[in-house]
């Protein structure tokens, strides 16, 4: 007996987004259709303005789309309330940025904990799964230490960790080699590699360094708000 294929991971279609700016309206993205599927390891390019982080903020539901359709992990986005899209987000999606964002007077293990916290982990297993997500990324010996403690790829390991302590079905990246010197930036994307080939982590890549970008298994390419080239 056949079996029915399993939905993409994300699923967009016509995603349109415009801003209010200056008594006018910018369209940021313009009718971008495509889908993802669970496992796989793409990286999102263009230049500035293009519409790639535009793009990365509506698929972690940080910013809502103007029209048109979104779905991620089978959730529909649209007409959620900010507190279903707060648990979805915790849930469902991980997040690293190009500056860390951890919290400077925390420790690495409870930095990673923060999602857990916000989810209503216990203490015990807060530090159990913080630890455990630590060791995945190769800093179990530096949990006590403070972020001024830690190298720049250290404290990206950290966010790293953070973002997939809940075990998210997708980790977003947003120019996350883009605070790192050259080797440090080739530690983070075989991580990264190591990740989607071992765990089987879908993760979308935002980075405008083309280097970044053909380490991925496919590559998106924004022009003015419209995807102009989808390459595998």
Known sequence: MSTAAAPPLISCRDLRKSYRLGGGEVAALRGVSVSIEAGEYVAVTGAS???????????????????????VAG?????????ELAR????????VFQQFNLLPRATALDNVALPLLY??????????LARASLER???????????????????????????????????LADE??????????????????????????????????????????RRLRFRDGVLIEDRR
Request: charged share 25%.
């Open 75 to 83: 959730r529909a986005l649209r007409g959620l309330s900010d507190g």
């Open 137 to 171: 990324v190769g800093l179990g010996s530096r949990a006590d230490s403070r972020p001024s403690q830690l190298s720049g790829g250290q404290q990206q390991r950290v966010a790293i960790a953070r973002a997939l302590v809940n075990a998210p079905r997708l980790l």
């Open 49 to 71: 303005g293009s519409g790639k982080s535009t793009f990365m903020n509506l698929l972690g539901a940080l910013d809502a789309a103007s029209s048109g359709e979104l779905a």
């Open 119 to 128: 989810a209503g982990a216990g203490r015990k297993r807060r530090r159990e």
């Open 176 to 217: 996350p080699t883009g605070a790192l010197d050259t080797a440090t930036s080739g530690e983070i994307m075989a991580l990264f590699e190591a990740l989607n080939r071992d765990d089987g982590v879908t993760i979308v890549l935002v980075t405008h360094e083309a280097d970044v970008a053909a380490r991925a298994r």
């Open 88 to 95: 979805f987000r915790n849930a469902t999606v991980g997040f």
